[in-house]
């Protein structure tokens, strides 16, 4: 395996009064896109900014890229940073306040120029870049501000919140820019309290709260991991037979009927092999069994409310939400 | 490549330089000065001041009040064409007579004034005057001339000289003070030398607390927008805040480098200039300074901004609203307002004890030197020596005062306490 794009080991940031970061790890495989989730004031922009290097770290080891940006500055040029809080030169125009951030970065004048106006027919804002950055609403501005960012192909993005402020359409076209950075093998890591985007777009996501990590891992193996044992039911046609079976007993702890389906969770000490097999003996047919896995948002709030790392059934399923679910046929 | 600090630097400067403000300003300084130095003159010469009406209430012995009558109807040095004349009628009465009667016409403006020349005018040497307006100075310095010459011929003639004979003897001497410099120079005349001196303090000031102000602002800008946080991803704190401060400076430069220039040429017309203005021929000379006068001045000029910028900088960085900065700003500008303030006595003494203090103390000496050197000889090693301490101190302040503005520019919340800043200084 490649060295990670991004490597933290008990890094630790402390305050006068509380600790923002607290011993956090995480690696971030060069290639992929990387969610950094929590909720608000859980440390991710302060982790963010000691990455950067705008803030200094108390304890811990930082590499990006390979090399500790404490040490190596000129590293950081690999990387295109987007704050949480945007800002802008408001008094210089659109193109001159791009290419002004792309040559921060090392990159030529007459190359940042081009590149830039290239970003801005992209993003629709090519009749824009003479004009005054005051002059833009607050959506542009962002776009703006992406184009900033990443201009001058870097091979880490690290994006703080990113969708925050764009407008459906816009998200979509970032969405697309990040997807587009993957395929050219450019490492992304965004910080989001919005799990649908972490779900959408990060192959692995580490969970932040308090400072410290709870979970990292590829989501697909986050949402696996928390699904504990909820299972989905559906026979077709149903039965008497059926209907006596599904019901809470030595089998099942709950039973709820949702439409043609059953959603059980397995009562203590069931073996799911078990009870899949005296179910596959009933009279109607099975056409479904398939463990139930939590979205990455209700790993999210399970969680960080403090319910523990593992099963947490009880919370409501997203409307039939089991894309990741295997299937049995019956 | 472009060295990423000079980068920072262009921004501001561009940013600077094509500002409406900063063409303004370039074209109406010079206007403004000009407009300083020449308008007082120009108004009390040209302002015709009005015919008075006075009545001189005659205690004195004989041929007093008629001699100040005719001096006062003399017609004045400004007044040729009549205007500015004085009317005077004499009332021969005790003035606790008439007294009541003159304060009414005074009242119904029917007079402009009352003298009294009491009994004893020539041993007393006491005249009293009332009117409705004692403060034009030209006119007081009449009245007392009159007065003054009258008495004097009372008190010649009891002693037996004629009028003539008194003005032979009591014709005025002219000081004529010419600053000679060392290399046997001569510099301008005294009040010109003064001028010089008060002019370059007081246009150092104004460059020093301007674009220091920008610094500020622009410092400020960058935080509360939030810039600073894309701009620290690429650059260290404190070659941002030397950026900014070189920028700003060059910008500056450039506009007292225009200046400067605008004066010369103007110098170089000064001869045609002044005797357009009808001042007095070599008025303007005093403007002439050596080079390595000018040298020294820049030097100054140039540490002193990089001083009080770094405050300026440091302050920008730490608050969060305007209104903060403001109340921060007082600081540095009333530490610069000193030497300001002293500039008569320092004028006044360029060698003295204070003028040599001040223009040794860092803080001051960009202010004080440059106006020492304008106004007297100043010997090269203590130049140096000054220029050496201002160095180091500029040196030390920009040390402490990027470390503040790394924590502070990414600091919100309330502004910070001396504590507090002084942690952001050890831990910066």
Redesign the interface.
């Known amino acids: 395996m490649p060295d990670p794009a991004l490597h933290l080991a008990g890094v630790t940031k402390r305050y ?1 009064d509380h600790i923002a970061v607290d011993g956090l790890g995480l690696s971030v495989p060069a290639g992929t896109i990387y969610g950094l989730l929590g909720p608000n004031g859980a440390g991710k922009s302060t982790t963010i ?1 000691m990455v ?4 200094g770290r108390d304890d811990g080891e930082i590499r990006v890229l390979g090399r500790d940006p404490a040490v190596d ?1 000129s590293v ?2 690999r ?1 295109g ?1 987007l ?1 949480e ?8 125009r659109v193109l001159d306040a791009i290419v ?2 792309a ?4 990159m030529g004048a007459a190359a940042a120029r081009a590149g830039a106006e290239g970003w801005l027919e992209r993003l629709d804002l090519g009749e824009w870049k003479a004009r005054r950055v005051e002059q833009l609403s607050k959506g542009m501005q962002q776009k703006v ?1 992406f184009v ?2 990443v201009l001058h192909d870097p091979d880490l993005w690290v994006l703080d919140e990113p969708f925050s402020g764009l407008d459906p359409v816009n998200q979509d076209v970032l969405r697309e820019a990040v997807l587009d950075a993957r395929r050219r093998g450019r490492t992304v890591v965004l910080s989001t309290h919005v799990m649908e985007h972490a779900e959408q777009l990060c192959d692995r996501v580490c969970i932040v709260a308090r400072g410290r990590k709870l979970l990292e891992g590829e989501v697909r193996a986050v949402r696996r991991e928390a699904a504990g044992r909820r299972y989905s039911v559906e026979f077709d046609p149903r039965s008497e037979a059926v209907e006596r079976a599904m019901r809470p007993g030595a089998a099942f702890a709950r039973v709820a009927a949702r439409g043609e389906r059953y959603e059980v969770e397995l009562a203590e000490g069931a073996d799911p092999r078990r009870v899949l097999a005296d179910l596959a003996t009933l009279d109607a047919p099975l056409v479904r069994w398939a463990r139930v896995e939590p979205t990455l948002h209700e790993v999210f709030v399970s969680l960080v409310a403090g319910r523990g790392g593992g099963a947490s059934p009880g919370g409501e399923v997203a409307g039939g939400g089991d894309p990741g679910a295997e299937r049995v046929a019956g | ?2 060295p ?1 600090f000079l ?2 630097a262009t ?1 501001e400067f561009r ?1 600077r330089v094509l ?1 409406r403000a900063y063409l303004l300003s370039t074209l109406l300084f010079p206007v403004l000065v000009l407009a300083s130095v020449l308008l007082p003159s120009l108004l009390i010469r040209g302002l015709p001041s009005e015919a008075r009406t006075l009545v001189v209430v005659d205690e004195a012995p004989l041929g007093v009040a008629a001699a100040v009558v005719e001096a006062l109807a003399e017609p004045g040095s400004d007044g040729a064409d009549g205007e500015g004349k004085v009317t005077a009628t004499v009332r021969r009465a005790p003035l606790a007579d008439v007294e009541e009667g003159l304060r009414a016409d005074l009242a119904a403006e029917r007079i402009d004034g009352y003298l009294w020349l009491p009994p004893d005018v020539a041993d007393s040497g006491h005249v009293s005057y009332r009117a409705r307006n004692v403060s034009n100075f030209q006119e007081m310095a009449r009245i007392e001339a009159a007065v003054n010459d009258a008495v004097r011929q009372l008190r010649l003639a009891s002693v037996g000289l004629s009028r003539d004979q008194a003005e032979a003897l009591f014709r005025r001497v002219r000081l004529d003070a010419v600053r000679l410099g060392r290399d046997g120079q001569e510099g301008g005349g005294a009040e010109a030398t003064f001028f010089v001196g008060f002019a370059i303090s007081f246009a150092l000031y104004m460059v020093i607390v301007l674009y220091g102000s920008l610094v500020m602002l622009s410092a400020l ?2 935080k509360t ?12 704190a404190s070659h941002l805040m030397a950026g900014k401060v070189l920028g700003i400076g060059a910008a500056a430069l450039l506009q007292v480098g225009i200046w400067t220039v605008a004066g010369l040429t103007a110098l170089a017309a000064a001869a045609p200039l002044a005797l357009a203005l009808s001042l007095p021929p070599g008025a303007l000379d005093a403007l002439r300074i050596a080079p390595g006068s000018l040298a020294a001045m820049l030097a100054y000029m140039l540490l002193g901004f990089f001083l009080y910028a770094a405050v300026f900088a440091a302050i920008g960085a730490s608050v969060n609203t305007q209104q903060e900065a403001q109340q921060f700003a007082m600081l540095p500008t009333m530490i610069l307002v000193v030497p300001l303030m002293m500039a008569p006595a320092i004028s006044a003494a360029p060698d003295g004890a204070l003028a040599l203090t001040l223009s040794h103390l860092p803080f001051t000496s960009p202010l004080v030197m440059p106006a020492r050197l304008g106004a007297a000889d100043v010997a090269a090693w203590e130049v140096a020596l000054s220029l050496a301490l201002l160095v180091a101190a500029t040196a030390g302040v920009a040390w402490l005062a990027g470390r503040i503005y790394r924590v502070g520019v ?1 600091a919100t919340g309330s502004r910070p306490g001396a504590r507090e800043l002084w ?1 952001w200084v050890r831990h910066g």
């Not at chain 2, 600073?228 to 690429?234: I, N, P, R, T």
């Open positions: 006068a900014r950067m290097g705008i803030v500055r950081l040029d990387v940073y704050p809080e945007r800002g802008l030169y408001k008094k210089m002004f951030f040559r921060l970065k090392g501000q900033a960012t | 490549m472009t990423i980068l920072v921004r940013e500002s800008e960058e927008s939030r810039v600073v946080e894309v701009v620290l991803s690429s650059i260290d990414l942690r």
